[in-house]
T-cell receptor, first 115, second 114 residues
Framework: NAGVTQTPKFQVLKTGQSMTLQCAQD?????MYWYRQDPGMGLRLIYY???????DKGEVPNGYNVSRLNKREFSLRLESAAPSQTSVYFC??????????????FGEGSWLTVV | GNSVTQMEGPVTLSEEAFLTINCTYT??????LFWYVQYPGEGLQLLLK?????DKGSNKGFEATYRKETTSFHLEKGSVQVSDSAVYFC?????????????FGRGTSLIVHP
């Protein structure tokens, strides 16, 4: 009954360090997403993958890269972390991006602090 | 482009009070509309949805009606409980560029006191 699992849950980075957030889903979903959540800003889409083998930029992609490793896994990489990337990151998945009524399923979040 | 506007929070209520959280949207076509809820320390989860005009979504005593004429999807509950304290997000899903990618509002925090 795992759903969407993301790691790590908490991380502190120094400015300039790199790290990768891992995400996996066990619902056989085609589409996966990375969002960031900041106070007063709601959820903003960083990148998404409509299907295995494809990735597209969302609203705030600068400073991030993604890899859709296989159908289950979608990772987010910060190459050179900046304090502005301090945020809560959510991975999510859905059956596809081909239907307007599709439900998005979220992981529990990763709290990242860049000092 | 698409956008969702929610009322500012926090909304503070006493237990058993009536709840309304306003949500209006801007879209070019006929989106699906959603309410998601985020409990403290957790990810978002779907509360209810409506996929066409005049549909009413409902779950756990919450309901919202898709009003195309007023481009609104207000969330209501007749009698809130302390356990309803959470952040509520209105969202829409449309296909402006070929994929249905949801757009979220900024969230409204609800605090229910005993």
């Amino acid at each position: 009954n795992a759903g969407v699992t993301q790691t790590p849950k908490f991380q502190v980075l120094k400015t300039g360090q790199s790290m990768t957030l891992q995400c996996a889903q066990d619902m056989n979903h085609n589409s996966m997403y990375w969002y960031r959540q900041d106070p007063g800003m709601g959820l903003r889409l960083i990148y998404y993958s409509a299907s295995e083998g494809t990735t597209d930029k969302g609203e705030v992609p600068n400073g991030y890269n993604v890899s859709r490793l296989n159908k289950r896994e979608f990772s987010l990489r910060l190459e050179s972390a900046a304090p502005s990337q301090t945020s809560v990151y959510f991975c999510a998945s859905s059956e596809s991006t081909g239907g307007s009524g599709n439900t998005i399923y979220f992981g529990e979040g990763s709290w990242l602090t860049v000092v | 482009g698409n956008s969702v506007t929610q009322m500012e929070g926090p909304v503070t209520l006493s237990e058993e009070a009536f709840l309304t959280i306003n949500c209006t949207y801007t879209a070019t076509g006929y989106p699906s509309l959603f309410w998601y809820v985020q409990y403290p320390g957790e990810g978002l989860q779907l509360l209810l949805k409506a996929t066409k005009a005049d549909d009413k979504g409902s779950n756990k005593g919450f309901e919202a009606t898709y009003r195309k004429e007023t481009t609104s999807f207000h969330l209501e509950k007749g009698s809130v409980q302390v356990s309803d304290s959470a952040v509520y997000f209105c969202a829409l899903s449309e296909k402006p560029g070929g994929s249905y990618i949801p757009t979220f509002g900024r969230g409204t925090s609800l605090i229910v006191h005993p």
